[in-house]
């Protein structure tokens, strides 16, 4: 992250075009001014001192949860009625490229 | 082919095709002829709120490959996100493991021996397989895709090598080893569909690094980086030189395409999994796997030298698959002429599975069906020939032997009156060989000749010779008086 230069109206693109948003023009000039107000809100982290602190994964402090390789009813039917487009038994998505 | 400087990695997708779930939730993994989407759930398809949950087995089982391997397992290892929106993934992400970014993966280093060479793995990592896609109407003109994921979630280990391999020819090696590495494990069935992919990255002196996706089979990678380097080489001499790319291997074509992505490593936005826990992998859990890994290639290779006394060449070639290599067991088991096994298995057996390209698992013979024509031949019911004959036809028919034979009529004559009436018949047929024969004695080898042509073989060598010198004998007296 830029942290205090913020992010450009480029990257905003490249990141629109990642999750294959199409941004009109009003919209990368909202987003661009919303999410270096947020960047610049989380840049405050930046300022805490973490020489020395080994990264931290997860808050949870457990390890090893394991299931073990048994075949359970799958929830097909149930699972595909939540699927927007379907074809046959088929999921429909649009073409990517 | 083989270039100077070529430089060959590849990047191994194996499924854990031994296990009966997904990696992530209780879904069945026997997806291979099923209908679309009867193996998905809320977990696999990413409904909001559910969780994944870890399969001990596969962990197990990838366990097991990276202690085959020679890698160092990891104390602790955490599952990323690897971010990327394609509708192969329902999630809009895949659950991997990752080396950066504080990043474990299940074990780091390895090896792997072929023909006199080492390979250095670089890695050993989990994660899912995605969907499978197709298209609506042709490929060229569809604007829709559709997604079948009964595959999506299905175990696979990742097993990323050191560019260490500097032809196609080893690359292909490297693979043969690996899958019958992994099948002596009993993790991996190689054979299956699809359970075996690779991409490969391959650079020619003066050059830049050029990743080949899409490879679907093993047979495909040779002919993909034989490509790769005619293209790449072509490129240097012209001085046109080799950019860094991604290019995709068309199966039918054959030749690679650029695939001009725009995504880069770092789009892929690489984070821990919150949704998983770390995983504890302690050294008492490792030496207990180790305790019970199976007998790998390398070692089953030694032993068929020590145990059967087999030509290194020999033990070489019946441990490239598991398959050959169990046949061949099972027949010295049933009969303890374990040299004479291994000629006629490598000798017969083998040309027949490639000329035919099918699997081991595909023939329709048994141990017991080689043994039953060895045992013919040695106790002379039929010649060698005979037995090749009844071999070739049991292979493309499944009968037993002895059904072959009956059928065939090609039981080795011993009848000493049909024997005798036979070598009657020749000599008839050919008075003048007699009449030189009566002379010469070897022109009596002329005469068993047209006798053994004229019988398809069938009469036992033995009688045959001696009832012609016989009568060749008794003419021979009969002229002088």
Known sequence: MKGKEGISRKEIEHIAWLARVELSKKELEVFSKQLNEILAYFAKIDEVDTEGIPPSHHVLDFSNVFREDEVESSMSEESLRNVPQTKGRFVRAPRMT | ?481
């Open chain 2, 1 to 481: 082919m083989k270039a100077s400087g070529t430089r060959i990695g590849l990047e191994v997708h194996c499924q854990l095709t031994n296990l009966k779930t997904k990696l992530f939730c209780s879904c069945s993994s026997d997806y291979r002829g099923k209908a679309p989407n009867i193996y998905i759930c809320p977990i696999c398809m990413g409904m909001p709120g559910t969780l994944p949950v870890l399969n001990k087995k596969a962990v197990e089982d990838a366990m097991m490959v990276a202690i085959a391997l020679g890698a160092k397992i990891s104390g602790e290892m955490l599952f990323f996100r690897k971010n990327y929106f394609y509708p192969d993934m329902p999630k809009n992400f895949q659950i991997s493991q990752y080396d950066k970014a504080g990043g474990v993966p299940l074990a780091l280093g390895g090896f792997v021996q072929i023909d006199g060479k080492g390979v250095r793995i670089r890695r050993i990592q989990l994660e899912e397989d995605p969907g499978k896609l197709s298209y609506e109407g042709t490929i060229e003109s569809s604007t829709h895709t559709l997604v079948d994921y009964n595959r999506a979630g299905i175990a696979l280990i990742e097993i990323v090598t050191e560019p260490d391999m500097s032809s196609p020819k080893e690359a292909r090696l490297f693979l043969e080893k690996l899958r019958s590495i992994l099948e002596h494990l009993g993790v991996s069935d190689g054979s299956l569909e699809g359970s075996m992919r690779c991409d490969a990255n391959i650079s020619l002196k003066g050059g830049k690094r050029v990743e080949v996706k899409n490879i679907s089979s093993f047979k495909e990678v040779e002919r993909a980086l034989s490509f790769e380097i005619t293209r790449q080489k072509s490129l240097i001499e012209r001085g046109l030189g080799v950019g860094q790319e991604t290019r995709h291997w068309d199966e039918v074509r054959r030749i690679t395409v650029s695939l001009r992505t725009k995504e880069e490593e770092q789009d892929y936005r690489y984070f821990p999994e919150p949704d998983l826990v770390p995983f504890v992998i302690t050294e008492e859990q490792t030496r207990d796997i180790e305790r019970r890994m199976p007998e790998l290639p390398d070692k089953r290779r030694r032993r068929f030298i020590e145990q059967y006394h087999l030509l290194p060449q020999s033990a070489e070639i019946l441990t490239r698959v598991k398959a050959i290599a169990d046949f061949f067991e099972g027949c010295a088991k049933l009969y303890n002429k374990p040299i004479d096994i291994s000629n006629w298995v490598i000798g017969e057996l083998l040309p027949h599975i490639r000329d035919k390209s099918i699997g081991i698992d595909e023939l329709r013979i048994t141990p017991k069906h080689l043994v039953d024509i060895l045992k013919l031949m040695d106790d002379g019911t039929i010649s060698r020939e005979t037995a090749r004959f009844v071999l070739q036809n049991t292979l493309s028919t499944g009968k037993m032997p002895y059904e072959v034979i009956e059928e065939r009529g090609v039981k080795r004559v011993v009848d000493r009156d049909y024997v005798k009436k036979m070598v009657e018949k020749v000599l008839e047929e050919h008075p003048r060989a007699v009449k030189d024969a009566l002379v010469d004695r070897k022109v009596a080898n002329y005469l068993m000749g047209k006798l053994m042509k004229m019988t398809e073989g069938r009469l036992d060598p033995k009688l045959a010779g001696e009832m012609i010198k016989r009568r060749l004998s008794e003419l021979s007296k009969s002229a002088t008086f």
